[in-house]
């Protein structure tokens, strides 16, 4: 039974051929019509999502499939006082498929230690998003046309960003990449990830500002501060406003710098910028329905 | 200072000096019917002062509990006066239910029936990391 709970469990060559599956949908839906007919893809979000939990229907339901599920922790038995494990082993028995965003942090593997049907981590707490990060990658492919030897510039929310731990994971794995981290001291990529980086003699650097390195970058991705992440709120007023991209500072920026964010967005990046052909954060978007077809099939096809 | 040698049982050697008591609640030895001595600050050739923990009976000890807790410690199986077995010990590549994840975040700190496993990630440094939420495991047992 395969699984997906952090980006890692895939590799290169895996990545590749589920990017060349998902651009090959993306080029001609249609055929991919009724492939997945008669199959039911459980949607299970204990925590609020609009893109991910929809990306993952639209997908399902692009390749004839079928979906059902929950959008919030208070519409399952969780209310009642049910363990994940035995949510999991429970709709496992109505499913083909699983996907599951839980906030607490590790949550997946505590699912598929019962699960008999594939899972797929949706997202869990400030840990893990793979699925964003297989529409990242697709995303930069497809822009750039390559996934090595580029500069990648992450700003934000380093701390509890899933988004971008998840991200830094999938590309450290790609020669002559280097990582530009650009947040508050308060938000800085966690210990652990810094220490994979040294120990794997990935370059890095650690900045303040984002004008300072803005016009270095191939990529500048760009994260929200998570209110739902902080145990005290002063904290996240303080820092919520730190980074504001907008076309002041996209003049400072290369003409081939690429601009994406996961969203939702609040005010990390101006509405003006928009329209500037370098922000594709609204490409992005499309790309995960594809990315997560693609990743529906090949976990169907190794469970077979 | 004499204590006397056991016939039967299990001798904890090369413990560094002054992290016997530590050790000897991580086993749960305080809970043994059976006579346990500790010996602390004897003077060693070796590490200058080292502790000792001699337990009067057979008992089954968790080797990964103490490889955690300190890798150079010798563990010696005493039979009829003699060491039949002298086991030497590493730091456990994984930790099953002996330390406990203490990230708020974590899925272990809502799902109570999952097991507590943490893997080695750096040998060197001794960081082991919760297997569901790579927080760092800190602090004693």
Redesign the interface.
């Known amino acids: 039974m395969r699984h997906l709970i952090e980006i890692t469990d895939l590799s290169r060559s895996e990545i590749a051929a589920l990017l060349d599956l998902a651009d090959d949908m993306r080029a001609r839906p249609r055929d991919y019509g009724d492939t997945q007919k008669g199959r039911i893809l459980a949607t299970l979000f204990f925590e609020p999502s609009t893109r991910t939990r929809l990306s993952f229907e639209s997908a399902m339901l692009t390749m004839g499939g079928s979906v059902l599920g929950f959008s919030s922790a208070d519409a399952s038995s969780t209310s009642k006082g049910e363990s994940l494990q035995d949510t999991i082993r429970t709709v496992a028995c109505y499913s083909d498929i699983i996907a599951m965003r839980h906030p607490k942090e590790g949550a997946p593997l505590a699912a598929v230690q019962k699960a008999d049907v594939p899972v797929i981590n949706a997202g869990d707490g400030g840990h893990n998003h793979p699925t964003q990060t297989l529409t990242d990658l697709m995303t930069i492919r497809r822009e750039k046309g390559r996934l090595d030897s580029l500069t990648i510039g992450l700003c934000g929310d380093l701390k509890f960003g899933r988004t971008v731990h998840s991200l830094i994971q999938a590309m450290s794995r790609y020669p002559s990449v280097r990582f530009v981290l650009i947040s508050p001291p308060e938000l800085r990529l966690p210990d652990y990830l810094i220490q994979n980086l040294d120990d794997a003699g990935i370059p890095w650097e650690s900045h303040e500002r984002m004008e300072d390195v803005i016009g270095s970058l191939d990529i500048l991705y760009m994260t929200r501060v998570q209110r739902e992440r902080f145990f005290n709120e002063a904290d996240y007023v303080r820092l919520k406003d730190t980074y504001v991209l907008t076309p002041e500072k996209m003049r400072l920026a290369g003409p081939d710098l690429r601009v994406m964010h996961p969203l939702p967005r609040v005010n990390e990046i101006s509405p003006r910028v928009d329209d500037d052909p370098r922000a594709i954060y609204f490409d992005q978007v499309r790309n995960g329905r594809y990315v997560r077809m693609a990743l529906i099939t090949k976990l169907l096809e190794a469970s077979v | 200072m004499n204590i006397d040698s056991i016939r039967r049982g299990i001798v904890l050697d090369h413990i560094q000096a002054g992290h016997s008591m530590e050790l000897y609640q991580a086993l749960g030895l305080d809970r043994l019917p059976c006579s346990v001595a500790i010996i602390r600050n004897v003077k060693s050739e070796a590490m200058g002062k080292k502790d000792i923990i001699k337990v009067d009976d057979d008992i089954d000890i968790d080797l990964d509990v103490v490889g955690y807790l300190d890798p150079g410690i010798t563990v010696n199986i005493i039979e009829d006066s003699a060491i039949i077995e002298k086991k030497h010990l590493a730091l456990p590549r994984e930790l099953k239910n002996i330390a406990v994840c203490r990230?708020p975040?974590?899925?272990?700190?809502?799902?109570r029936?999952?097991d507590q496993l943490f893997r080695l990630?750096?040998e060197k440094r001794r960081v082991y990391?919760?297997?569901?939420?790579?927080?760092?495991l800190k602090g004693t047992l």
């Open positions: 990230n975040r974590c899925i272990t700190t809502s799902e029936s999952l990630t750096d990391r919760c297997r569901y939420c790579d927080a760092e």
